[in-house]
């Protein structure tokens, strides 16, 4: 007994001495160390973050930049803060840490023209926004993805699975529908076809805002030029990639219609017939769905020092929130790149193709379109009669909406592939040589069937109608330029000449039209199988080909004074086919200058600022956009037939004079910028002012045809002006060892003038835009009107006076424009006025990031202040003429008399404030790092909400109507696809381990 209670003692103090060796072991393994960290003067840094190097295990320093950790033996410490270049360090006590100022933002790689530049030497306006920074979404166009992100960049986006957004730099800079999108340049190649770049392959997107930065592109600049730049391999690393997503569309709003039962309701108050169909109808529910999208994005990258790959695939399937909308598109891109001849030769090649189909349904005006008909249909109408067969709404262009989608039906087939090799040859220190060649072909086909049920005009009786058409275009450029610099001393020099050749050749196809089929299984395939084709006039089409012929002369250079005084310099001769044989030159230069304030010896000991540069710059460039080869000639085309022995010919008739002076429009733009940056770089941005001058707009002009064989002459004469002011500020509020919070504000305000729009020659009348064609306005109703001293979009309608015995009124005006105090309810051209303008007087964002740990939450609000919007859907579905006709109209109707004849005339009564606040996306997100065995450096689920919230005053379905163009602030229902409010998760991987071979 006393043997097993010794052993227990003993085995007690065994136990008891292993549990103090193994505390003791722990005790030392811990280390306490402290220091402090100073900036390079020796001040304090007050919040930098310490952290063990491995670990969550960290601190940040406190108001005397003292901290205090304890960390394992032989532990690293890193020491990071914004504006500071991060250091690691072994850990010990006492340790002095002088962190130095990291000018990452000013040495940042601008991309422009033909080469790339410091942030640091910039002296033009250039907004470069990266990849993470880049709207989230289901987009198909990188437009989308930089609506409010770029300051003086307008983009009214869409959620037309086929449609564009459009798109304003600095306000408009031409008077063409077509020519007033920004220039695009993919990778070095310019004029890129968009739609060929998925959007989870771009790296960065600059944004070349002033005539200093585009007048190198010439000819092609003066509506802006968007740089894209795409991922490429990155240098020993193999990487494999996967993003995919899923994503929910629904309408964010919709009309608030009649229903039935309000019909008959109204009908039997007022005493009036209706025509009753005998049902009860929601139509916008039977064409409305929730749109289902997915998009699916591979890629493998990878090098070994010398070489370079990279190879994706994307595929986006996109419903849209009509039914029967929808597009389906495949894109491959693919890159390699080596160096050779002791690394001084750099080859590359690059394949890339795009596979698109897109489905539509029919949206032409005069109520043949789905987007108008699930208004205006009755819902007294049942969608089919009993005998299976579609009701038919009473009287003309009354149009069942289901119908019009299930019998009359279109898709479009794109193809596009493009080639592009390019080689750079160091032929001495610091002088290259780049050669770039790129081939493109293109083929779109469009394919339509209208059935034997269809209710179009003219159609329903042809026992089926087919068309296709297809069309075909080749594109090539050709660039060769040189690139030196060199420093000597205090001074540093950039020099840059080229030149370029491009061919394009377009419009090269034909179409067929054929009708009277047995049945409608075929559509719009083995249209031999039909009974007849029309006569030629009427049943074939054919593009007229163009050879486009462009080539340019170019060069820049660069001049810097011990990083405080920079000046550059560019020039760019083009020449091109499109424009008249008088004027098919035309030279574009540019000057601008920087002063790096905060380099001079007076600012060295302040403390204020981190970085102040002030820039001017005046540069000049032009736009050819829109033009094709046969612009400045005299054109003829068929005009009808007659017949001469028994045989019938065919007419032919001018359609278009000749203008040998006919030339580009000229943009020529002041700008002056500030670039500040303070409290150690964690607030920066820029102010900048321009004075943007277009001259020799192009519009067509009547002309005698007593000295013209054809009415009307494409001419330059107008002259626009835009002045603007713009404002962007990037601050980091709050960072600390877990959270940080970024945040980034954009402000523009432009101020569009239509200075001249005749002279001594040339003069018209013919300036009235924006028709919404409303029921009950059988002539003029069109609602704006082009102006000299007004701007674009400015309204010119009746004012409104309210209602007078059941007639609404206008008042009338005297010759001079003013109030006579009389009222009309049918009143004339000299009763309109000016009442209102659809150019906003300010444009927002707001970005928010805030991160936690693995955690990233991103915020971004866009708003639009100070415009004005014709509200066509409003003024048409509360017409009078509409409950006649037996169409249905808006609840607001209701209340109106029944009678009112003129109560839907172009007038200020529906034009309302498009102001708007919109939460435009909200996204979380989360990352895994080196998960599953390290098989996944980074997996990252996310989800992304877009147009969460709006607030607005406007009564339509969404106030961001079409900015661009020269009508903008109409909303068209024929034509507006509704806006959605959408849902997304998807899944980020990369697979790659990051480690070098």
Not at 388 to 413: H, I, R
């Amino acid at each position: 007994m006393q043997m097993i209670l010794n052993l227990k003692h003993g085995t007690q103090k065994a136990m008891f001495f292993v549990f103090f060796l193994l505390c003791s072991t722990v005790m030392l393994a811990q280390n306490k160390v402290s220091g402090t960290v100073l900036d390079a003067t020796g001040e304090p840094l007050i919040g930098v973050s310490v952290l063990e190097a491995g670990t969550s295990n960290g601190v940040v320093t406190d108001f005397d930049g003292n901290f205090s950790l304890t960390v394992k033996q032989g532990a690293q410490l890193t020491f990071s803060y914004v504006g500071y270049t991060s250091q690691t360090l072994a850990a010990k006590n006492g340790m002095i840490i002088t962190l130095q100022e990291d000018n990452k933002v000013l040495n940042e790689v601008v991309v422009v023209g033909y080469g790339t530049m410091r942030r640091k030497d910039v002296t033009s306006s250039i907004t470069t926004v990266k990849a993470e920074d880049l709207n989230k979404g289901v987009f198909t166009d990188p437009g989308q993805m930089l609506q409010g992100k770029v300051p003086g960049l307008v983009v009214s986006s869409t959620a037309d699975p086929n449609g564009s957004p459009t798109i304003t730099l600095r306000g408009a800079s031409t008077l063409r529908s077509g020519a007033m999108s920004p220039y695009y340049v993919v990778d070095g190649i310019p004029g890129v076809d968009i739609s060929i770049v998925s959007p989870d392959d771009i790296e960065s997107i600059d944004v070349l805002r002033d005539a200093t930065a585009t007048a190198i592109y010439g000819s092609k600049a003066a509506n802006g030029v968007i740089i894209i730049t795409t991922k490429k391999g990155a240098e020993e690393k193999t990487n494999v990639t996967y993003n995919g997503y899923v994503a929910f569309d629904n309408i964010l709003k919709t009309y608030d219609m009649a229903s039935a039962s309000d019909l008959r309701e109204y009908a039997s108050k007022n005493g009036v017939a209706l025509k009753d169909g005998g049902a009860d109808m929601d139509w916008q529910k039977e064409v409305l769905r929730t749109g289902i999208s997915h998009n699916h994005n591979v890629g493998i990258s990878g090098g070994n020092g010398r070489t370079n790959y990279m190879i994706s695939g994307n595929l986006m399937k996109r419903e849209g929130v009509v039914k029967m909308t929808g597009m389906d598109r495949f894109n491959v891109r693919s890159l390699v790149s080596t160096k050779t001849l002791k690394d001084r030769l750099t080859l590359s090649m690059s394949l890339n193709s795009m596979y698109g189909k897109h489905f539509g349904v029919p949206t032409g005006n005069e109520g043949a379109s789905v987007l108008d008909a699930m208004n205006y249909y009755s819902p007294t109408n049942a969608a089919k009669n009993a005998d299976g067969s579609w009701t038919v709404g009473a009287g003309s262009k009354n149009y069942n909406p289901l119908a019009l989608m299930e019998e009359n039906t279109s898709e479009t087939v794109w193809k596009r592939n493009q080639f592009i090799g390019k080689a750079t040859l160091e032929i001495i220190k610091n002088l290259l040589w780049n050669v770039n060649y790129s081939w493109s072909n293109y083929q779109s086909t469009y394919s339509a069937y209208n059935t034997r049920n269809s209710q179009l005009e003219g159609i329903g009786n042809k026992n089926g109608q087919a068309s296709r058409n297809t069309y075909f275009g080749r594109e090539q450029t050709f660039e060769t330029y040189l690139n030196y610099g060199f420093t000597t001393g205090k001074h540093k020099v950039d020099l840059m000449a080229g030149y370029t050749w491009e061919e394009k050749k377009n419009n090269d196809g034909f179409g067929l039209s054929v009708e009277g089929y047995y049945n409608d299984n075929l559509t719009w395939y083995n249209m031999s199988y039909a009974q007849t084709i029309l006569p030629v006039q009427n049943s074939v089409s054919s593009g007229y080909v163009e050879n486009v012929r462009n080539i340019s002369f170019y060069g820049r250079a660069n001049y810097s004074f011990d990083g405080r005084y920079m000046l550059q310099a560019t020039i760019r001769r083009d020449g091109s086919s499109v424009f008249g044989k008088n004027n098919r030159w035309g030279t574009f230069p540019s000057v601008s200058a920087a002063w790096n304030i905060t380099e001079e010896s007076f600012m060295k000991n302040q403390k204020i600022f981190d970085n102040l540069k002030l820039r001017a710059g005046y540069g000049i460039s032009g736009n050819a956009m829109g033009f094709d080869v046969y612009s400045s000639y005299a054109t003829y085309g068929a005009s009808g037939t007659f017949v001469y022995d028994g045989k019938t010919y065919r007419t032919y008739g001018a359609t278009k004079n000749a203008n040998p002076d006919l030339k580009w429009e000229t943009t020529s733009m002041l700008n002056i910028g500030l670039d500040f940056a303070f409290l150690r770089g964690r607030i920066n941005g820029t102010l900048e002012v321009y004075n943007k001058k277009t001259k020799d707009l192009i519009w067509s002009y009547p002309v005698p045809t007593t000295q013209y064989v054809y009415g009307w002459m494409d001419a330059n004469v107008g002259e626009m002006t835009n002045k603007g002011i713009e404002f962007s500020l990037n601050a980091v509020p709050v960072r600390t060892k877990d959270f940080t919070w970024s945040t980034t504000i954009n402000l523009s305000h432009n101020k569009n003038t239509v200075d001249k729009m005749q002279n001594e020659t040339y003069h018209t009348t013919n300036l009235s835009q924006g028709d919404p064609m409303v029921a009950g306005v059988s002539a003029n109703g069109w609602t704006q009107r082009i102006m000299e001293g007004e701007s674009i979009g400015t309204f010119y309608t009746y004012q409104y006076a309210g209602t007078v015995n059941g007639r609404s009124e206008y008042y009338v005006l005297d010759e001079n424009g003013n109030k006579t105090g009389e009222t009309t309810n049918n009143p004339g051209l000299k009763d309109r006025a000016i009442t209102g303008c659809a150019q906003p007087k300010l444009n927002a964002g707001w970005n928010n990031s805030l991160t936690y740990k693995n955690w990233n939450l991103n915020a971004f609000i866009t708003g639009v202040f100070g415009h004005d919007v014709y509200n066509g859907p409003r003024a048409h579905y509360t017409s009078a003429q509409m409950f006649s006709d037996g169409k249905n109209v808006l609840k607001e109707f209701l209340s109106f008399p029944a009678g009112d004849a003129s109560g839907s005339l172009p007038s200020d009564r529906w034009i309302e404030k498009g102001t708007y606040v919109r939460l435009q996306s909200l996204s979380l997100s989360y990352t895994f790092r080196n998960c599953f065995n390290d098989w996944i450096q980074d997996l990252t689920l996310y989800g992304t909400a877009n147009n969460l919230l709006t607030i607005t005053n406007y009564k339509g379905l969404d106030p961001e109507v079409n900015l661009g163009g020269i009508d903008p602030g109409i909303d068209y229902r024929w034509s507006r696809y509704p806006h959605t409010r959408t849902f997304m998760v998807g899944v980020k991987i990369n697979f790659g381990d990051g480690k070098k071979k």
